[in-house]
Each structure stands twice: as structure tokens, then as C-alpha cells.
């Protein structure tokens, strides 16, 4: 589920739509968690499907470290792509804002750890980084750690609306990394390859 202070909103013809902020989102908020409404596909699934719904899961979904195709039912699937993303998943099946995201401003991912099957290139945003490539999550991860920790604290200063979607377990474990109790887990935990 995406965070409620968002809406959905065209961007333009080349991007298409996105979600956007509709009020100030501050770094260490929950942007997205994965809850009981978003459909799980295997690959036998997947691969028994009509082109068609193939289309919009390659589209739509990303894929956990299983290797299933993960389908959100909200505007969470229209997050667009950005190297310079101000939203980063974590090891615990939720996003979190990695800085302060203003209203009108766009909530973005980077790709890359999203375990896509095939390259591609991405709009230039003036990156060194032109193309998302399927081990992108292998490369980078380590960065993208970094900045999660950077802001892994501020998870309890921050009003969390979804924090009924995370588990109890799961948050006395947030609490005891936000508090230095524990160390985070790394991205890297979302990784799949086919080629394991």
C-alpha cells in the first residue's frame, strides 16, 4: 500500500503517470509497504499466461527474491524509475523515504533493485548511470545501504500510517535497528537471479 498523502498524477507524454506527494513526506517515512491485497505470481504462473497479462505484470510488478512477480493493487505500481530516487525498499518489505519529499514532488525508485528481467534505458536525469540492468542490486547495494541507515533512525520520529500493515514482530525489530539495538539487514536479501 502506498502512503495516503499521495495521489495519482500525469507527469508527461514521455513518463506518463506517477505518484506524487500531496502533502510533505519527511525521510525515515514509510512510503510503501507490501500488504494482503498485492497478488504474488510464480514463474509457472507467469509463463502460463496470455501475452497480454504477461504485458502488464513485465510493466507493473517487480520481483521478490523468490522470483515471483509482485503486483501491487494500489498506485504503488505507477512509482516511477529514478537514479536519484528518493524512495528505497529495504529488506523488510516496506519503502522508506531516504530524504524529504515536498507536495508536487514525485515518490521514485531506482529499478534496479527491483530484479527486472532485461536491461533498459532510462530517461537521462544527468546520471553516470544511463541503463538499469537486471544485477544492478549486486552492484549497488552497498550505497543503497548506506543511505537507508542514514535515515533508518528517524522511522520512530516520523508519524507512520502504515505501520498496521507491518507486523508486530517485524516492528519490535524496526524499533531495536532504528534504536542501534540491532544491525539492518542489506538490501541485498531482495536479490533474485534466474541464473542462481
Same mark, same amino acid.
Given at each position: 500500500?502506498? /502512503?495516503?498523502? #499521495?495521489?495519482?498524477?500525469?507527469?508527461?507524454?514521455?513518463?506518463?503517470?506517477?505518484?506524487?506527494? #500531496?502533502e510533505f513526506i519527511p525521510a525515515g517515512t514509510i512510503t510503501w509497504a507490501l500488504d494482503q491485497l498485492d497478488r504474488?505470481?510464480?514463474?509457472?504462473?507467469f509463463n502460463a499466461m496470455d501475452s497480454i497479462y504477461k504485458t502488464i505484470l513485465d510493466t507493473y510488478s517487480y520481483r521478490n527474491?523468490?522470483?515471483?512477480?509482485?503486483?501491487?493493487? @494500489?498506485?504503488? $505500481?505507477?512509482?516511477? /524509475?529514478?537514479?536519484?530516487?528518493?524512495?528505497?525498499?529495504t529488506a523488510y518489505d516496506f519503502e522508506i523515504a531516504v530524504?524529504?519529499?515536498l507536495p508536487g514532488e514525485q515518490?521514485?525508485? @531506482?529499478?534496479g533493485y527491483l530484479n527486472i528481467s532485461e536491461p533498459f534505458e532510462a530517461? @537521462?536525469?544527468?546520471?553516470?548511470?544511463?541503463?538499469?540492468?537486471p544485477d544492478d542490486l549486486v552492484n549497488? /547495494?552497498?550505497?543503497?545501504?548506506?543511505?537507508?541507515?542514514?535515515?533508518?533512525?528517524?522511522?520512530?520520529d516520523n508519524e507512520q500510517p502504515l505501520q498496521p500493515l507491518i507486523k508486530n514482530d517485524l516492528w519490535?525489530?524496526?524499533? $531495536?535497528?532504528?534504536?542501534?539495538?540491532?544491525?539492518?539487514?542489506?538490501?541485498l536479501k531482495n536479490y533474485y537471479s534466474e541464473r542462481k
Open positions: 500500500m502506498i /502512503h495516503p498523502k #499521495t495521489e495519482l498524477k500525469f507527469i508527461s507524454q514521455e513518463i506518463g503517470y506517477g505518484v506524487v506527494a #500531496t504474488e505470481f510464480t514463474p509457472e504462473m527474491n523468490k522470483g515471483n512477480f509482485v503486483l501491487c493493487w @494500489d498506485n504503488g $505500481r505507477f512509482v516511477n /524509475h529514478s537514479f536519484n530516487s528518493n524512495c528505497l525498499t530524504r524529504d519529499i515518490l521514485t525508485d @531506482d529499478y530517461f @537521462d536525469e544527468g546520471t553516470e548511470r544511463k541503463i538499469v540492468f549497488y /547495494h552497498n550505497i543503497w545501504d548506506l543511505q537507508i541507515k542514514s535515515v533508518f533512525n528517524k522511522i520512530l519490535l525489530k524496526i524499533n $531495536r535497528i532504528a534504536k542501534g539495538e540491532e544491525e539492518m539487514d542489506s538490501i
